[in-house]
Each structure stands twice: as structure tokens, then as C-alpha cells.
């Protein structure tokens, strides 16, 4: 079985995420990530319009981040309720199809082997999202850049429903009742699943064992090499700077 | 004169996502906005799509064609998306 890098980033800013995906896409080690954001963050798809999404006034008031990602797919909350997964890797290194679909399900089926690991059944559903009784437990979203794929996505361990339908837009044609009973309707966390508390730690070790089985690879534990980090210190500019958040 | 008051608008559901239009001109195309939380490969391509759109007359049918010589040039991967779904969009807009 081929060896993979694994780093647990504990708590990332989420541009310095999309760096230090880039950084590692740039160098080519493959390599899973968990990660937790923070500080708080409204995260927006790459084709997404701030002004259309996001309520940016309100964002200032609680002090929440706006940021763009460099894959496409929805807005989302982010903070440290979540946990939060990326794995880079190059096409030439046959870790995660090429075909953005295939790629697709092949995280789903990393997602679907941690839910197991709490007897709960996932769904692939649509392009990107993964079920728990029929409602939605994890986000996904992918790009492609230096010949290698970028491919992230949310794990709920628990969320904070009221402060997201505060901070997003959510447009009227994917609402047919309001507020929070709508989002109730639509999204579980592991905690409400299994009608427990559920420790980040515990939702890690899923994950991992997850992921493992779904990408046939033995992980060992590493970080970011030297150069890594150096690369990422200057791409953060970038994702930083006002003209990639308010490109659209 | 603020463009946003003078363009179009619409937003369409398809598969793979919510797809928003912003559009300026009654017979031709004379600039397009296209955003929503759908995915687009290669992702850099929506915005030279939104420039190869200029010019091109405001039916389904030219609009259809352009956006299919488009995909098929750039090798465009839009999963649950397709060509049929953004042209409604657009002519949807109003």
C-alpha cells in the first residue's frame, strides 16, 4: 500500500488554507489535511458575488471574515464548530481521478466510511454534498491547479445555524419556508445524528480512517515542509488581497 | 449612469447548481456577468466565456451555439451544468 502524507493544520486562517493547498499543489507531495477555520468565516465559491451572497455589513458587526476559494460550489459558514478536510494531490501520482465527478465521489466515499465509523449511512447527493437522513452533513468543493488536484470540504460535527442564516444571502428560489426551521429542514450535524456530544478529536480519527480506506493509502504523520510554508506565506497575499475577495 | 440599474437579471436552477446573470443589451450581448455556486473547468475560462459572448445576438438559438463552440474549444468540464442550462439563464434574463 503507497505511503501518503498527513497533517492535522489544527486552526488556519482560511486564505492561509488556500495557500498552503496551493503551496503543497506547487511541490507535489500528496498530502490529506484536517484543518479547523478560523477566526470565523463566510467562505464563497470562486463564481460567487459577494454582493449577492453575502450580508457584508453584518459580517463587520460579528466580526466574521469573507473569503473566496479558488474551487467553485456554494457560500458556506465556517468556524470551529467543523471540521475541515483538503487533499492535494498531483494527477500523476493516480491518488484522485481527474475527471472532476469521479473525484467527487471518490471523497464521498471517504466522507460515507467516517460516518460508518458512527453507524451512520451517507448519501452521495448532487454534484458535492453527502447526506445524513436525507439532509446535509458535508459540503464538498475541488479545483485543479499545477497539474494537481485540490480537493476540500466541510465535516459537521456541529453547527452554528443562526449566525449563518445571519452572514449569507440565502437566495428565495432555494428557500420554500424561512429561517431556521429551513435550514433544520436541510442540514444535520453529527451531534444532532446521534443525539450526543461528539469531540473534534473523535470526528478526526473518522476521517482518517475514512479517508484511508477510500484513497487505499497508509498515512504518516509530517508537516509543512520549509519551503512549503515560504511558498504559502507569499500566495496568502493573494487570497488576502480585496481583489481576489471581491472579484465577483 | 449606475450599469447595475441598467442590466438585466435572472437566476436559474440547474443541477449543478444556482446560476445568476447579470446582462447589458436589448439585441446583442454588450457585457454579461455570470456567477453563482456552480463548478466550471478550468475555472480562469468563465470569464473569457463572458467575453466571447459579446456580440452575440440575444436568442436561444445564437446564444446556445456560441456557448457550445465555446465548451467544445476549451474543453469546459461544468458537472451537472451544461450549455442548455446557461443559455436559459441568460434568455431568461429581463
Same mark, same amino acid.
Given at each position: 500500500?503507497?505511503?501518503?502524507?498527513?497533517?492535522?493544520?489544527? %486552526?488556519?486562517?482560511?486564505?492561509?488554507?488556500?495557500?498552503?493547498?496551493?503551496?503543497?499543489?506547487?511541490?507535489?507531495?500528496?498530502?490529506?489535511?484536517?484543518?479547523?477555520?478560523?477566526?470565523?468565516?463566510?467562505?464563497?465559491? %470562486?463564481?460567487?458575488?459577494?454582493?449577492?451572497?453575502?450580508?457584508?455589513?453584518?459580517?463587520?458587526?460579528?466580526?466574521?471574515?469573507?473569503?473566496?476559494?479558488?474551487?467553485?460550489?456554494?457560500?458556506?459558514?465556517?468556524?470551529?464548530?467543523?471540521?475541515? %478536510?483538503?487533499?492535494?494531490?498531483?494527477?500523476?501520482?493516480?491518488?484522485?481521478?481527474?475527471?472532476?465527478?469521479?473525484?467527487?465521489?471518490?471523497?464521498?466515499?471517504?466522507?460515507?466510511?467516517?460516518?460508518?465509523?458512527?453507524?451512520?449511512?451517507?448519501?452521495?447527493?448532487?454534484?458535492?454534498?453527502?447526506?445524513?437522513?436525507?439532509?446535509?452533513?458535508?459540503?464538498?468543493?475541488?479545483? !485543479?491547479?499545477?497539474? /494537481?488536484?485540490?480537493?476540500?470540504? !466541510?465535516?459537521?460535527?456541529?453547527?452554528?445555524?443562526?449566525?449563518?442564516?445571519?452572514?449569507?444571502?440565502?437566495?428565495?428560489?432555494?428557500?420554500?419556508?424561512?429561517?431556521?426551521?429551513?435550514?433544520?429542514?436541510?442540514?444535520?450535524?453529527?451531534?444532532?445524528?446521534?443525539?450526543?456530544?461528539?469531540?473534534?478529536?473523535?470526528?478526526?480519527? /473518522?476521517?482518517?480512517?475514512?479517508?484511508?480506506? /477510500?484513497?487505499?493509502?497508509?498515512?504518516?504523520?509530517?508537516?509543512?515542509?520549509?519551503?512549503?510554508?515560504?511558498?504559502?506565506?507569499?500566495?496568502?497575499?493573494?487570497?488576502?488581497?480585496?481583489?481576489?475577495?471581491?472579484?465577483? | 449612469?449606475?450599469?447595475?440599474?441598467?442590466?438585466? &437579471?435572472?437566476?436559474?436552477?440547474? &443541477?449543478?447548481? =444556482?446560476?445568476?446573470?447579470?446582462?447589458?443589451?436589448?439585441? #446583442?450581448?454588450?457585457?454579461?456577468?455570470?456567477?453563482?455556486?456552480?463548478?466550471?473547468?478550468?475555472?480562469?475560462?468563465?470569464?473569457?466565456?463572458? #467575453?466571447?459572448?459579446?456580440?452575440? #445576438?440575444?436568442?436561444?438559438?445564437?446564444?446556445? &451555439?456560441?456557448?457550445?463552440?465555446?465548451?467544445?474549444? #476549451?474543453?469546459?468540464?461544468?458537472?451537472?451544468?451544461?450549455?442548455?442550462? =446557461?443559455?436559459?439563464?441568460?434568455?431568461?434574463?429581463?
Amino acid at each position: 500500500m503507497r505511503r501518503m502524507r498527513f497533517i492535522d493544520l489544527g %486552526y488556519v486562517s482560511l486564505p492561509m488554507l488556500h495557500a498552503i493547498e496551493e503551496a503543497i499543489a506547487m511541490k507535489g507531495v500528496p498530502t490529506f489535511m484536517l484543518w479547523i477555520a478560523s477566526p470565523p468565516t463566510v467562505s464563497l465559491g %470562486y463564481f460567487q458575488s459577494v454582493e449577492e451572497e453575502v450580508d457584508v455589513e453584518m459580517c463587520k458587526e460579528l466580526g466574521i471574515e469573507i473569503s473566496r476559494r479558488p474551487s467553485g460550489g456554494g457560500a458556506a459558514y465556517f468556524d470551529e464548530r467543523e471540521l475541515y %478536510y483538503s487533499i492535494v494531490a498531483k494527477h500523476e501520482s493516480g491518488i484522485l481521478p481527474k475527471e472532476p465527478i469521479a473525484c467527487f465521489r471518490k471523497a464521498g466515499e471517504g466522507l460515507i466510511n467516517a460516518l460508518k465509523f458512527f453507524e451512520l449511512e451517507g448519501a452521495l447527493t448532487g454534484v458535492n454534498d453527502i447526506q445524513v437522513f436525507g439532509k446535509k452533513i458535508s459540503g464538498n468543493a475541488q479545483t !485543479t491547479m499545477h497539474d /494537481a488536484k485540490i480537493q476540500h470540504g !466541510t465535516f459537521l460535527v456541529d453547527f452554528d445555524m443562526e449566525t449563518m442564516l445571519k452572514v449569507l444571502k440565502i437566495p428565495k428560489e432555494k428557500i420554500s419556508d424561512k429561517g431556521i426551521k429551513f435550514v433544520e429542514e436541510r442540514i444535520i450535524t453529527l451531534k444532532k445524528a446521534l443525539k450526543r456530544e461528539v469531540s473534534i478529536e473523535e470526528a478526526k480519527k /473518522a476521517l482518517i480512517m475514512g479517508f484511508k480506506e /477510500a484513497l487505499n493509502v497508509k498515512f504518516y504523520n509530517s508537516e509543512l515542509s520549509t519551503d512549503e510554508r515560504k511558498i504559502a506565506n507569499e500566495i496568502v497575499k493573494k487570497y488576502m488581497s480585496k481583489e481576489w475577495i471581491f472579484k465577483r | 449612469m449606475d450599469i447595475q440599474k441598467i442590466m438585466k &437579471k435572472s437566476i436559474y436552477k440547474a &443541477k449543478g447548481g =444556482l446560476i445568476r446573470i447579470k446582462i447589458k443589451g436589448e439585441d #446583442k450581448i454588450e457585457k454579461i456577468v455570470i456567477t453563482g455556486d456552480f463548478f466550471f473547468y478550468p475555472e480562469n475560462e468563465l470569464e473569457n466565456l463572458e #467575453k466571447y459572448l459579446i456580440g452575440t #445576438k440575444i436568442s436561444e438559438e445564437e446564444v446556445y &451555439k456560441s456557448i457550445k463552440k465555446f465548451y467544445k474549444e #476549451k474543453n469546459i468540464e461544468s458537472p451537472g451544468l451544461n450549455p442548455e442550462d =446557461l443559455t436559459k439563464a441568460i434568455i431568461l434574463a429581463k
